[in-house]
C-alpha cells in the first residue's frame, strides 16, 4: 500500500465529507430548478474562486497552444460527461441512489485498467465486479417495477461512472506539463461553457428564480465541490497510485446514502442496502491492496 504524507490524508479526508454531503445538497438544489441550470450556475460562481486560489499561490495560468487537444479531451472524460448526466440522475433518482451508482466508477475503472490499459486484475477483483453488477440490477429491478421509478436515471448515473473512470485513467497517464490547478481552473472553465450551452439549448423555459435553499447548494458546489475538492481529486489522481488515489470513494457513498436519509428523509429500501453492502465489497475487493508473498 503507497503510503500517504499528512497533507495527502487531510485532503483525502475532507474531500470524502465534501463529495458525501453534496449528494443531499445537490438533491436539495434541483428538486425545484433545472438541474443544468444548477450546475452551470455552480461552476460559474466557482471560476473566481479557482482564479484567486491560482493568483494567490502564484500558480501561472498558461498552457501551451499545443496541449489544448489534450486538455480538450481530458475535460470530455472527466467533467462534461460525468457533470452534465450525473446531476440529471440526481433530479430523478435519490440522492443516495444517485451516489451508489456513481461511486461504481472504480468498478468501471479497474474492468477498463484490465482490458485496455494493461493493468493486472486479481480473481478477487473480478468477484467485485459481479457483485457491483449484481448492486446495479437490484437497483434497476427497483426503478422498473415501481411507478414513480427512474431506469433512465440509473443508466445516466451508470454512463456518467463509466466516463469518469475513463477521464481518471487518463488523467493518471497524462504528461501535461501543468500545474494541477491550473489543469483544473481551465478543465472548469470548459465544463462551464458547455454546461451553459446546454442550459440555454433545454432549459430556458424552466428558468425561474432560485430559492434560498438552492442559492445554498449552488453556493457550497461553487466554492467546495468545484472551488476545492474537484481540484482536491486531481491533485490525488496524479499524485498517487490508482489504489491510494480512490480511497475516498470507500466512504463518499455511504455518507451520501445516511446524510440523504437524515437530511431529506429518504426511504432507504432493502435494495438500497444490499446494494451498498454489494458496493463496499466490490470497491474493497478492487482497491485493497494485494497480500506480500
Known amino acids: 500500500m503507497h503510503a500517504l504524507s499528512r497533507r495527502q490524508l487531510v485532503t483525502l ?11 443531499p445538497i445537490m438533491k436539495l438544489g434541483v428538486t425545484d430548478f433545472p438541474p443544468l441550470t444548477f450546475r452551470a450556475l455552480s461552476m460559474w460562481l466557482s471560476l473566481p474562486v479557482l482564479w484567486l486560489v491560482l493568483r494567490g499561490m502564484r500558480v501561472p495560468l498558461g498552457v501551451a497552444r499545443e496541449h489544448w487537444r489534450e486538455l480538450f479531451w481530458l475535460a470530455f472524460a472527466n467533467m462534461f ?16 441512489r444517485a451516489a451508489i451508482l456513481g461511486y461504481t466508477m472504480p468498478i468501471f475503472s479497474a474492468v477498463l485498467g484490465a482490458l485496455f490499459f494493461g ?7 473480478w468477484a467485485g465486479v ?37 477521464g481518471t485513467q487518463m488523467l493518471r497517464r497524462t504528461t501535461l506539463p501543468v500545474a494541477t490547478l491550473t489543469l483544473s481552473f481551465w478543465m472548469t472553465a470548459l465544463t462551464t461553457a458547455v454546461m451553459t450551452l446546454l442550459a440555454l439549448l433545454f432549459e430556458t423555459s424552466q428558468w425561474k428564480t432560485p430559492s434560498g435553499a438552492t442559492w445554498a447548494a449552488i453556493l457550497f458546489n461553487a466554492v467546495l465541490v468545484f472551488g476545492f475538492a474537484q481540484a482536491a481529486w486531481f491533485f490525488l489522481a496524479r499524485g498517487l497510485p490508482p489504489v491510494a488515489s480512490t480511497l475516498s470513494v470507500m466512504l463518499t457513498p455511504i455518507l451520501g446514502v445516511f446524510s440523504g436519509a437524515v437530511w431529506l428523509h429518504e426511504v432507504l429500501h432493502w435494495q438500497d442496502w444490499t446494494a451498498v453492502v454489494l458496493m463496499v465489497a466490490a470497491i474493497g ?5 494485494a497480500r506480500k508473498t
Open 81 to 96: 460527461i460525468w457533470q452534465g448526466l450525473i446531476i440529471l440522475a440526481v433530479k430523478s433518482l435519490s440522492s443516495g
Open 119 to 125: 493493468n493486472r486484475m486479481l480473481p478477487r477483483a
Open 285 to 289: 475487493s478492487v482497491l485493497a491492496p
Open 130 to 166: 459481479v457483485a457491483a453488477g449484481a448492486g446495479v440490477v437490484l437497483l434497476l429491478w427497483y426503478e422498473f417495477t415501481h411507478l414513480t421509478g427512474s431506469p433512465l436515471g440509473v443508466m445516466e448515473a451508470l454512463v456518467a461512472a463509466a466516463a469518469w473512470a475513463v
Open 13 to 23: 479526508a475532507l474531500l470524502t465529507l465534501i463529495w458525501g454531503l453534496n449528494w
